[in-house]
């Protein structure tokens, strides 16, 4: 009897210096909520950005550890890769996965994947979803932006891309910083067609937010 196994197809998530950590965070567990597996890049910047948010230290030698803490739950499905690490499996087109969320994205990462630059796995594993016609989320959060910016951006959203930026809508009737968090990562999950129950969705009615229950 032949038993075929069912091969693991991750979303890549990769997690940059940019200020928003907390939003890379509640995408991580609503992607682990819905069942997904996910394969983590986290920048050597994004763990100064982590520390100076959160408090907390990103060693990939503890990360099963390190991940909890961040997370406030189990890891469950993933594989953590090092930045730079370009013989990971994210960094080759034949590796199976569904996609990539970079969040959040600073502008630099934006750069390098707009010009096909590569300097390290998450801008390899970005350039790789690109041409294999994988979905792709950028979550830029730097404000103002420049010109050179905003036209990389459409460059991007021109192959393809999703720019989603880090922008929480107030009409859920958000009652703390978390909802507006969570409101900005199911939006992220919406993109990608992965159900959850992060926020309060529109419902044609004006102030169904406010009055909602808590």
Same mark, same amino acid.
């Given at each position: #009897?032949?038993?075929?196994?069912? &091969?693991?197809?991750?979303?890549?998530?990769?997690?940059?210096?940019?200020?928003?950590?907390?939003?890379?965070?509640?995408? %991580?567990?609503?992607?682990?909520?819905?069942?997904?597996?996910?394969?983590?890049?986290? *920048?050597?910047?994004?763990?100064?950005? #982590?520390?100076?948010?959160?408090?907390?230290?990103? @060693?990939?030698?503890?990360?099963?550890?390190?991940?909890?803490?961040?997370?406030?739950?189990?890891?469950?499905?993933?594989?953590?890769?090092?930045?730079?690490?370009?013989?990971?499996?994210?960094?080759?087109?034949?590796?199976?996965?569904?996609?990539? $969320?970079?969040?959040?994205?600073?502008?630099?990462?934006?750069?390098?994947?707009?010009?096909? #630059? *590569?300097?390290? %796995?998450?801008?390899?594993?970005?350039?790789?979803?690109?041409?294999? @016609?994988?979905? %792709?989320?950028?979550?830029?959060?730097?404000? &103002?932006? @420049? @010109?050179?910016?905003?036209?990389q951006m459409a460059d991007l959203a021109g192959e393809g891309a999703v720019i989603l930026p880090a922008s929480p809508g107030?009409?859920?009737?958000?009652?703390?910083?978390?909802?507006?968090?969570?409101?900005?990562?199911?939006?992220?999950?919406?993109? $990608?067609?992965? &159900?959850?129950?992060? /926020?309060?969705?529109? /419902?044609?009615? %004006?102030?169904?937010?406010?009055?909602?229950?808590?």
């Amino acid at each position: #009897m032949n038993h075929q196994i069912t &091969p693991r197809v991750p979303w890549v998530v990769g997690i940059t210096g940019a200020s928003g950590t907390p939003y890379a965070a509640a995408v %991580l567990r609503a992607l682990l909520d819905a069942g997904e597996a996910i394969d983590l890049v986290v *920048s050597k910047a994004a763990r100064l950005t #982590m520390l100076d948010e959160t408090g907390l230290s990103f @060693r990939e030698a503890r990360w099963r550890t390190d991940v909890k803490a961040f997370l406030g739950r189990d890891p469950g499905d993933m594989i953590v890769w090092k930045a730079g690490d370009f013989a990971a499996g994210p960094a080759s087109g034949t590796y199976p996965a569904r996609g990539m $969320i970079i969040v959040p994205a600073t502008t630099a990462v934006v750069a390098g994947v707009a010009t096909g #630059m *590569s300097k390290d %796995l998450i801008q390899r594993a970005a350039d790789v979803t690109l041409k294999e @016609r994988r979905p %792709l989320v950028l979550v830029p959060r730097e404000a &103002p932006l @420049r @010109r050179v910016a905003l036209q990389q951006m459409a460059d991007l959203a021109g192959e393809g891309a999703v720019i989603l930026p880090a922008s929480p809508g107030f009409y859920a009737g958000a009652r703390d910083v978390q909802q507006l968090i969570d409101f900005v990562a199911g939006k992220v999950l919406d993109v $990608i067609g992965v &159900p959850h129950t992060l /926020s309060e969705r529109w /419902s044609g009615r %004006l102030g169904s937010g406010r009055t909602a229950e808590p």
